[in-house]
Nanobody, 130 residues
Framework: QVQLVESGGGLVQSGGSLRLSCAAS????????IGWFRQVPGKEREGVSC????????NYEGSVKGRFTISRDSARNMVYLEMNDLNSEDSAVYYC???????????????????????WGQGTRVTVSS
């Protein structure tokens, strides 16, 4: 059974930090690009960050660059999203998802479009209080 489970969300004050975890069962995360997405009520799900299957390529949405870091732990079959200097705009339900790498100019890259991802977790809520 293929399953992704997010954890690590919660309530944090503005300027604080959280680390989200994405755990997989039934498949190996290293074989996939992994993306982190977030969604607030009334808005479309947006890509926050992604990492290619070997971890050689990563990408970030503009507002989180320099504050968020995505990483893999192959031994644990986990992917993390370290989030620092959080603000109220970061409040959302965060999802991790797995999908195939995209090949651009012979290099494996990840895509931050939700439509490119096959497997999704149930989400973890992040609330940043001002």
């Amino acid at each position: 059974q293929v399953q992704l489970v997010e954890s690590g969300g919660g309530l944090v004050q503005s300027g604080g930090s959280l680390r989200l975890s994405c755990a997989a069962s039934g498949f190996t995360l290293d074989h996939y690009s992994i993306g982190w997405f977030r969604q607030v009520p009334g808005k479309e799900r947006e890509g926050v960050s992604c990492i290619s299957n070997l971890g050689r390529y990563s990408n970030y949405e503009g507002s989180v660059k320099g504050r968020f870091t995505i990483s893999r732990d192959s031994a644990r079959n986990m992917v993390y999203l370290e989030m620092n200097d959080l603000n109220s705009e970061d409040s959302a339900v965060y999802y991790c998802a797995a999908g195939p790498d995209q090949i651009v100019s012979g290099k494996a890259v990840c895509d931050m479009s939700p439509s490119e991802y096959e497997y999704w977790g149930q989400g973890t809520r992040v609330t940043v209080s001002s």
